[in-house]
């Protein structure tokens, strides 16, 4: 061969290496713009927090119909507390969609005809115009519709994007839409959404009733309320979610905001795996992650031992005096060597006494009926008083008396504000069981410590009363 027949050889051999590989693509049925082959269609199955819907096992991309529709109603940010809040399907967080990525999917927004407003979605998860803000624009009493290709796997946060945008989201508008790669991802045993969003009101933290969204507060970012899912003790109590010792766990987090960057954290546990931002990027044995207002991240973790874990923003005063607080419970046999629990208790006194607060400036307020006291005072208690005598008033055998059916101050209800005001040490006995510890006074206002007693005589199956801040400054002196 001359070296022009060589030329010509190579030509047609990389011409036909290029034709062959053109060829390969279509046989996995992809169009010239990556777009996969669209198969079947689905009505996409949407969940409240924290449920997600079931991992999507498809291997092919299906057209996904999504019906989500917005709703303003009355629901409660705590106990005792009501706000009217904006909702993607009736609660706060939306509800939670799951898509493939390759999935063509068509979304109905419906705006219900009780609604006072417009609302639409901008899905963060979306490539287009305002995320599909625009074509979305819904009156009360309409339905529109626009499609989209989800063309990036991953977590994403969708939101109101009316005007003013910023109201829409402090009123509860947000939720979670997960684009899951081709793969799918790695199997658990539990997967749950957690999504955290800051609330703006007329009254303080805790001041019960109605309470009106406060334009000022928002604009100076210091929320009343930082909560999960949308209310105080979403995820406490018996709304804990639950899992068991050595199975895996999958938080799907996200962060509506609308102002707050929240330091997510698990409070006995360690994350095992986190997706940064709700990304691809895998990164593991983390402690603290950052989920941004208008953004996530995917957390995993083992169940290694029997424990309540607790889910905090870490931003803390955020968790005790806010709201950021759930719990997962983890059940299961003890594993010692992991973790022992408390091998020696003994008493420690510091110079100067008992620990004590800060003082905290007395609001003057109507007087409340014994109804308000005992919401208000349950709220305290959760706040102040529940990390030693427990949710359940039953105490700690050996360290903190119970105040369930507590004979202590059954004769004597009054010894339930003295021991609030000046503090309790030096040897008891409750209900049969002698305790020795010391309960620091707690520096809380009057009208506290008579919601907080109120609270207590009428619950965990003591004999009820009732206290008035009066009492209180009476008792103080
Ligand atoms: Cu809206």
Redesign the pocket.
């Known amino acids: 061969m001359n070296t022009k027949q060589i030329k010509l050889v190579a030509i047609v051999f990389i011409l036909g290496l290029f034709m062959g590989s053109c060829k390969n693509n279509s046989s996995t049925s992809k169009s010239s713009n990556g777009v996969e082959e669209i198969k079947g269609e689905e009505v996409a199955v949407l969940t409240d927090a924290p449920n997600v819907p079931p991992p999507i096992t498809r291997d092919y991309a299906t057209k996904m119909i999504v019906n989500l529709e ?1 709703i303003e109603k009355e629901m409660e940010m705590m106990d005792g507390v009501k706000y009217n809040f ?1 909702t993607f399907g009736g609660s706060v967080p939306g509800k939670f969609i799951r898509v493939r990525q390759g999935d063509f999917v068509e979304f109905h927004l419906k705006n219900n005809p009780s609604s006072k ?1 417009p ?2 979605i901008d899905l963060h998860a979306v490539s287009g115009q305002g995320g599909g803000a625009a074509a979305t624009f819904t009156a009360p009493g309409h339905e529109t519709q626009f499609s989209f290709t989800a063309l990036n796997s991953g977590l994403y946060i969708y939101h ?1 994007a ?1 005007a003013p945008v910023g109201m ?1 989201i402090a009123n509860g ?1 947000y939720g979670l839409i997960l684009v899951e790669p081709k793969e799918g991802l790695p199997k658990v045993d539990k997967e749950f959404y957690v999504c955290q969003g800051d609330f703006y009101t007329k009254g303080n933290y805790g001041e019960s009733g109605l309470q009106q969204f406060n334009m000022d507060k928002a604009l100076k970012e210091q929320p009343d309320y930082v909560v999960f899912n949308g209310k105080v003790g979403a995820l406490t109590g018996d709304k804990a979610l639950k899992a068991k010792v050595g199975e895996t766990v999958r938080l799907f987090v996200g962060n509506g905001g609308p102002n707050l960057v929240s330091s997510f954290h698990v409070i006995g546990d360690i994350f095992d795996n986190v997706y940064p931002e709700g990304g691809t990027t895998l990164n593991h044995n983390v402690q603290t992650t950052l989920v941004p207002a208008g953004g996530s991240a995917i957390t995993e973790f083992k169940c290694d031992v029997p424990a309540t874990l607790i889910l905090v923003d870490h931003s803390i005063f955020r968790t005790f005096n806010k709201g950021s607080l759930g719990m997962l419970k983890v059940e299961g046999n003890e594993m010692k060597s992991i973790y022992s629990g408390q091998q020696d208790d003994r008493i420690y006194q510091a110079e100067g006494g008992a620990q004590t607060m800060p003082d905290e400036p007395v609001v003057a307020a109507k007087p409340l009926t014994k109804e308000e006291k005992i919401t208000q005072g349950k709220a305290v208690y959760a706040s102040t008083c529940q990390a030693c005598h427990q949710a359940d008033g039953k105490g700690i055998d050996g360290a903190f008396p119970p105040l369930l059916n507590s004979d202590y101050f059954a004769s004597n209800p009054s010894l339930v504000t003295k021991t609030i005001i000046h503090g309790l040490s030096g040897k008891i006995t409750v209900n049969g069981k002698a305790f020795d510890g010391v309960m620091p006074k707690q520096t809380l206002s009057d009208a506290q410590i008579a919601s907080v007693a109120t609270f207590v005589l009428n619950s965990f199956g003591n004999k009820g009363g009732e206290v008035s801040p009066a009492d209180v400054a009476k008792q103080r002196k």
């Open positions: 917005v904006w407003l609302h639409n109101c009316t829409h508008m």
